[in-house]
């Protein structure tokens, strides 16, 4: 027979078997009361507080980096700004100080002027540069040097301002012409300048090639600190090398006093003065030196072509040469046709 069971019954049932298995979150947790259902095990309430735990400590140590990183961010931040202030700083002072330096340099105009057929290949390492090139002007004289000082960069062009300063000072006022004169004359003002006379401890100094050609007889008197001249005639390259000296740094009680040395040229010859740092530079395939023997090739190939068209040649043969490398010194190259 099918029994019936009123509504009310129904809902007390149900309100006992809710009362049979309510806990509370104590009850869970300490494992009180006997419904298996409900209560959990040892290990399972063990587990439990290790997983709450640990997300617990993680939660805490992921706040404390993300406020740490946040607080290195905002000091980075600041610090690099401050870095590139001061590097914006520096860079405006050093190019200051090469539109100085230019400013001492004799113009592409005077240069023009007083040497109709040449070219000047001039490219600092740096900003500012420790090469420079003088040329001047005297009767029927006229006077070209490329000059190579200890260093490049700021401290490179500082000693150019002595060198120039020096140079200038024992042609224009003490009116010396001779090469080998004027080299011995720079070298004992230089010395007054850098006090390394009175034992200063700065040994810096320069490396150059000075000539004077006179225009009236087509003679040229070149003496050099280290630096030679080359001499391109007839397709024929002569070689004459300087003293074994830098001005400046010269001990005239050891080292003998420089060299002068007179030619006669004819014209179309082409003269060459230079620093170091063309045959310096490192590149081409096997990341070698270009070496002086490549650069006599180089300006034996190109003699007979003008002297712009040479710059050019050199130039793009340099930057080939160099390829992604760093220039490791300053560039300078002077030519001259008679």
């Given at each position: 027979?099918l029994?019936v069971?009123?509504?009310d ?12 298995h309510?806990?509370t979150?104590?009850?869970?947790l300490?494992?009180?009361?006997d ?7 040892q290990?399972?309430?063990n587990m439990?507080?290790l997983v709450t ?6 939660a805490?140590?992921?706040i404390?980096l993300?406020?740490?990183n946040k607080?290195t ?8 700004e ?18 100085l330096?230019?400013a001492i340099?004799p113009s592409?105009?005077i240069?023009?002027n007083?040497?109709p057929e ?6 600092p390492?740096?900003?500012v ?5 003088w040329v001047?002007h005297?009767?029927?004289k006229?006077m ?5 000082c200890?260093g490049?960069?700021?401290p ?9 300063s020096?140079?200038?000072q ?6 010396i ?11 004992t003002l230089?010395k007054?300048?850098l ?5 200063s401890?700065?040994r810096d100094?320069?490396d150059m090639?000075l000539?004077?050609?006179d225009?009236?007889?087509?003679t040229?008197e070149y003496?050099?600190a ?8 007839d397709?024929k390259?002569t ?19 420089p060299e002068?040395?007179s030619?006669?040229?004819k014209?179309?010859d082409?003269?060459?003065?230079f620093s170091?740092?063309f045959?310096?530079?490192?590149g081409?395939?096997d990341?070698k030196?270009?070496?002086s ?5 180089l ?12 710059q ?6 340099f930057?080939?040469?160099?390829g ?6 300053d560039?300078l190259?002077?030519?001259v046709r008679?």
């Open positions: 027979m029994m069971i009123s509504t019954a129904q809902q007390t049932f149900m309100d006992s078997i809710a009362k049979s309510h806990h979150p104590l009850d869970i300490s494992g009180s009361g419904d298996t259902i409900v209560c959990y095990k290990a399972h309430r439990y507080f735990g640990l997300i617990i400590i993680i805490i140590g992921a404390r993300l406020l740490l607080r961010t905002k000091m980075l931040k600041e610090q690099n401050i870095i590139e202030e001061k590097n914006k700083s520096i860079t405006d002072s050093i190019n200051y100080a090469k539109r330096q230019n340099l592409r105009e240069v023009t007083i040497l040449h070219f000047i290949l001039y490219q390492k740096d900003i540069s420790g090469d420079f090139y001047s005297h009767d029927t006229f070209i040097a490329a000059v190579d200890t490049h960069g700021v490179g062009a500082l000693l150019s301002i002595v060198g120039h020096a140079i200038n024992t042609v224009n006022e003490l009116g012409t001779q090469p080998a004169k004027v080299l011995d004359s720079m070298n230089i007054k300048i006090h390394q006379d009175k034992g401890d700065i100094g320069m090639a000539c004077t050609f225009k009236q007889t087509n040229l003496a050099g280290n630096n030679p001249l080359y001499i391109v005639s397709n390259l070689i004459i090398k300087g003293s074994k000296l830098t001005v400046g740094s010269l001990e005239e009680t050891v080292i003998a006093p002068n040395h030619m006669q040229l014209k179309g082409c003269v060459y003065i170091d740092g045959a310096d530079q490192f081409g395939k990341n030196k270009f070496k023997s490549r650069m006599q090739e300006l034996l190939s190109v003699n007979t072509k003008t002297m712009p068209e040479q050019t040649i050199l130039s793009s043969t930057a080939s040469w160099k992604s490398n760093e220039q490791v010194d560039i190259l002077m030519g008679v």
